[in-house]
């Protein structure tokens, strides 16, 4: 086998082993005890935020507990109730909305 295919296969097998690691450490909404059916893995740097996971610049988040806010809102009525989503989980969260919203949306 050529070195740099067995590089790749050890570090596919590196990565899955940090990757399956990382799901009891994901952004979830509070008193959320399910299995996390919507797992995503997110780069962002200088988020600050060292409630969620430390000082990792990798964050796992379980997209299912966040998808009505995942979406810009479309009536006015839809904008307020987002806009008050956002505001208390990112308080229980003990983060700010933009880091939340970095978080949750593509």
């Known amino acids: 086998m050529n070195s740099l295919l067995k590089v790749a296969l050890c570090g596919g097998i590196v990565l899955s082993s940090a990757a ?44 299912q507990d966040f998808s009505h806010l995942i979406l810009p809102a479309q009536t006015e ?17 003990d983060i700010t909305e933009q880091q939340l919203l970095r978080l949750i949306r593509y």
């Open 20 to 63: 399956t690691a990382v799901p009891e450490q994901c952004v979830r909404l509070p008193n959320k005890d399910k299995v996390c059916e919507h797992v995503i893995y997110k780069t962002i740097r200088d988020l600050n935020a060292p409630s969620i996971v430390g000082d990792r610049d990798v964050y796992c988040v379980c997209l």
């Open 77 to 93: 009525e839809e904008r307020e109730q987002q806009a008050l989503d956002i505001e208390d989980i990112s308080r229980q969260l």
